[in-house]
């Protein structure tokens, strides 16, 4: 492959960009933007790749886009490679000189970082198209977040510009040590849902509550119901969490109110206990609530699948990182996380996997770190050169050799 697949020539290549990377990212990173349109980072990335080789297609229903790179040895293989951009609604508190200046607004799940490492990645296969085995997709994606931006952007048929038939991304963690890749065969992450129940009951004086249809301990009854459900029904083997997290009702100390609304999440480890629980939420609202005289309604919003990693694709990346950092470069996590991401929409549809990759400062205890998703969470920006690494062996080893 006159060198292609050498994962000290793609360290080299991923070290000699991580300067421009880390300039890009800083910049997304003082620039946030929350949800399916944005476009100021994706002037930013687009601007970053510009004069490359690569053709773009853009998304009709997001700021998202797709910039393919077609190899000089195309041997029929494409491999997709994914980075998000969007942004959290969260005041940022780290002190930083390139923190957020846009109010209410900060990059606290690394989605920066992630979109910057894949212009590095785009850059590093560019530089080498002439002896690429195929054709490789980067997926820039917003609306990561709750947004279902990757739904949105597989709906507007840019997965089938060109086919891909492995996919692959990275997602940092600071809880992990500095370089060091983290996943799992099988799921990663969860299915997430948004449950909704309203128990209609009749209002009336608290004095007297023989006098009406008291819709709060019906409620309680229920969360009850709900986990005994969970903990008798559900083996232990395919888990879920369901978490009522908000109990909505009354007006005042002496009224007893008319309804109580229920608010919560299910997460799952695969379709059958999805849809076991999604049934029983259901059936114990509905059922609970006629026996005691009232309705109770239900609502579902779909939220995202599980992020199933194939084994073949988990493996291709593990030996990839193994072979640039040794062993110690690897873990196995232990247990899926019951997190969730959207890049389960690209998984669902084609074969790959997903990775952690350690962030920890060196010198900063991995374990109280801030966490993703907290005010103050940075990132040793040094480990991007990894990521950027590993993007591009993984991309080129699939193409070279499939899942052989």
């Known amino acids: ?15 000699a960009e991580l300067d421009d990377v880390v300039e890009l990212r800083r910049a997304i990173h003082a620039d946030p933007e929350i949800g399916l349109h944005c476009d100021r980072t994706t002037a930013k990335l687009r601007a970053a790749i510009a004069g490359l080789p690569l ?29 998000d951009m969007d942004a959290l609604p969260m005041q940022e ?15 606290a799940c690394g989605h920066d970082a992630h979109s910057a490492m894949l212009v590095g990645a785009a850059r590093a296969l560019c530089a080498r198209k002439d002896s690429l085995p195929g054709t490789v997709v980067f997926m820039f994606q917003p609306g990561e977040e709750g947004y279902h931006g990757a739904r949105y952007m597989i709906e507007d048929g840019l997965l089938d510009i060109a086919r891909p038939e492995a996919a692959f991304a990275l997602h940092i963690s600071p809880n992990a040590p500095a370089g060091t890749f983290v996943s799992r065969p099988g799921p990663l992450l969860a299915s997430t849902d948004t ?6 009951g009749r209002g009336g004086h608290a004095a007297m509550p023989h006098d009406t249809l008291d819709p709060i301990p019906v409620a309680c009854e229920i969360v009850g119901a709900l986990q005994t459900f969970l903990a008798r029904r559900v083996p232990v083997s395919d888990p879920a969490v369901l978490t009522i997290a908000q109990i909505n009702a009354g007006s005042a100390h002496n009224i007893v109110p008319q309804t109580c609304e229920m608010t919560g999440t299910l997460r799952t480890l695969s379709e059958r206990t999805r849809e076991l629980m999604r049934e029983a939420f259901k059936r114990i609202v509905e059922n609970i609530a006629a026996a005691h005289g009232m309705v109770g309604e239900v609502r579902m919003e779909s939220g995202y699948p599980v992020t199933m990693n194939d084994p073949r694709a988990y493996e291709l990346m593990r030996g990839q990182a193994v ?9 196995v996590m232990p247990a899926p996380m019951m997190g969730a991401e959207d890049f389960a929409y690209v998984l669902r549809d084609v074969p790959g996997a997903m990775a952690f990759i350690g962030v920890a400062a060196d010198g900063s205890d991995p374990r ?29 080893r699939f193409l070279e050799d499939g899942f052989d």
């Open 195 to 200: 449950l909704y129940a309203t128990i209609r």
């Open 368 to 396: 109280t770190n801030p966490p993703l998703h907290n005010t103050k969470m940075t990132i040793d920006e040094a480990t991007m050169a990894r990521g950027v690494a590993l993007h591009c062996a993984a991309a080129a």
């Open 93 to 107: 508190d780290t002190g930083l000189p390139f923190a957020s200046k846009v109010p209410g607004a900060m990059h």
């Open 55 to 83: 053709e773009i297609h853009e998304s009709k229903t997001t700021s998202g886009f797709v910039a393919i790179l077609r190899g000089g040895r195309n041997n029929g293989r494409t491999v997709l490679l994914r980075g």
């Open 323 to 331: 072979a640039m950092g040794g062993d110690a470069a690897w873990q």
């Open 1 to 15: 492959m006159d060198g292609l697949d050498s994962v000290i020539d793609w360290g080299e290549a991923a070290a």
